[in-house]
Structure formats: structure tokens, C-alpha cells
């Protein structure tokens, strides 16, 4: 299994630039997530999905996009980069709701907006 | 809002000696997991141990163990034999209290150890 998978690794913005992140899993997990991660603060969620149609916002949602049409992929959008979105960003699935079971987490994409 | 609180910021241990790493929390849920990330330099988030909340006896994986005080709402980690391989950020992580929302984590704890 590949588990989940980010992509890219690493990712440089212009300002006002749009982009994709994208994440895959391949353990059939209802549950996925994303993330960021800045120094100090910790995991700080941005959106969910609880299944393939349907997600929610978390507590860093702005500026930010998802979609969720099949279970595997859960791509996030920058919409118009800022330099506030410079940050790494994890992607996150799980069998069934996560505070149950164990988080999988993708490697991460550092994004660096200019 | 809710919070995990992990009180240190960074944490230093000798290598071969233990230490404590604290989290406390105010899930209002009643049977839940606790647990503990640790991230490496590579970046990748690695689950060090979990603790379900309706059972009494503390977590062990190797040389990792937990100190679980539910009434308290309290999820230490505890690391003995310190490796120089544990130097990592450490996350405490937790389920939110409401609906279907994921973990939420605490800010994590530095660990360097010295050789």
C-alpha cells in the first residue's frame, strides 16, 4: 500500500497565484483531512470530509477550497495565494471517524508564497 | 475553543536517560483515544503510542509509555533509554468534542537529546 500521498514535496507561489495540492489515499478511508503546520502553533486543521461529497470547514478554512468526488482524492485549492499561506500541509485520512482510530499522514507540502 | 495544551515549548534529555513530555485536554467526549505524534526532521508524522480513555492501565509500546489521568485530562508521554533517533517535535492529539471534526493537536514539544 502507498498509503497517502502528497503532491508536490515542495511548491514556490507568487502572490495571487493559484494552485492544487493533491492528496490520494489508498486504504478506502471514509475520513480525510488537511492541515497546516506553522512554526509554534502546531497541526491546525483547514477542511475534512467525512466521506466522497461531502466536507466541512475546520478551524483555518479562508482561502481555501475542496472537493471530495471520490473516496481516494482530496485536493485542496489556494484560491489566490497569500504570503500568510507560506506553511506545510498535511493531508490526513483514517478508517472511520478520527478520534476513534489512527490518522495516516501524507509526507507534507512545504508551500512558500512570494 | 478547544484546546491541548503541551506546556513545553522544547525539552532536552541525556542520551540513555528518561523524560516527560505533558498534554492536557477538555475533550467532553466519553470513550476516545488519545495520542502521540512524533515528527522527525523528515517531516513525516509517525504515531508514537495511543491510549483508549475507557481503559485503566497505562499504554506501553517499548520504550514508550503514557500516564493517563482521565479525571484530570492529562496524557504524558514518557520516554525511557533516550535514543539519540527520539530527537523530534512531539505532538499530543485529541478528538474534538464536536460531530465529525478530526484531531485536533496540541503546538508540540521540541526534544533534543544530547549525546
Known amino acids: 500500500n502507498a498509503g497517502v500521498t502528497q503532491t508536490p514535496k515542495f511548491q514556490v507561489l507568487k502572490t495571487g497565484q493559484s494552485m492544487t495540492l493533491q492528496c490520494a489515499q489508498d486504504m478506502n478511508h471514509e475520513y480525510m483531512s488537511w492541515y497546516r503546520q506553522d512554526p509554534g502553533m502546531g497541526l491546525r486543521l483547514i477542511h475534512y470530509s467525512v466521506g466522497a461529497g461531502i466536507t466541512d470547514q475546520g478551524e483555518v478554512p479562508n482561502g481555501y477550497n475542496v472537493s471530495r468526488s471520490t473516496t481516494e482524492d482530496f485536493p485542496l485549492r489556494l484560491l489566490s495565494a497569500a504570503p500568510s499561506q507560506t506553511s506545510v500541509y498535511f493531508c490526513?485520512?483514517?478508517?472511520?471517524?478520527?478520534?476513534?482510530?489512527?490518522?495516516?499522514f501524507g509526507q507534507g507540502t512545504r508551500l512558500t508564497v512570494v | 475553543a478547544q484546546t491541548v495544551t503541551q506546556s513545553q515549548p522544547e525539552m532536552s534529555v541525556q542520551e540513555a536517560e528518561t523524560v516527560t513530555l505533558s498534554c492536557t485536554y477538555d475533550t467532553s467526549e466519553s470513550d476516545y483515544y488519545l495520542f502521540w505524534y512524533k515528527q522527525p526532521p523528515s517531516r513525516q508524522m509517525i504515531l508514537v503510542i495511543r491510549?483508549?480513555?475507557?481503559?485503566?492501565q497505562n499504554a506501553t509500546e517499548n520504550r514508550f509509555s503514557v500516564n493517563f489521568q482521565k479525571a484530570a485530562k492529562s496524557f504524558s508521554l514518557k520516554i525511557s533509554d533516550s535514543q539519540l533517533g527520539d530527537a523530534a517535535m512531539y505532538f499530543c492529539?485529541?478528538?474534538?468534542?464536536?460531530?465529525?471534526?478530526?484531531?485536533?493537536f496540541g503546538k508540540g514539544t521540541r526534544l533534543s537529546v544530547i549525546a
Open positions: 491510549q483508549e480513555a475507557y481503559k485503566q
Open positions: 492529539a485529541y478528538p474534538s468534542n464536536s460531530g465529525n471534526t478530526p484531531l485536533v
Open positions: 490526513a485520512s483514517s478508517y472511520s471517524r478520527a478520534a476513534i482510530l489512527e490518522a495516516f
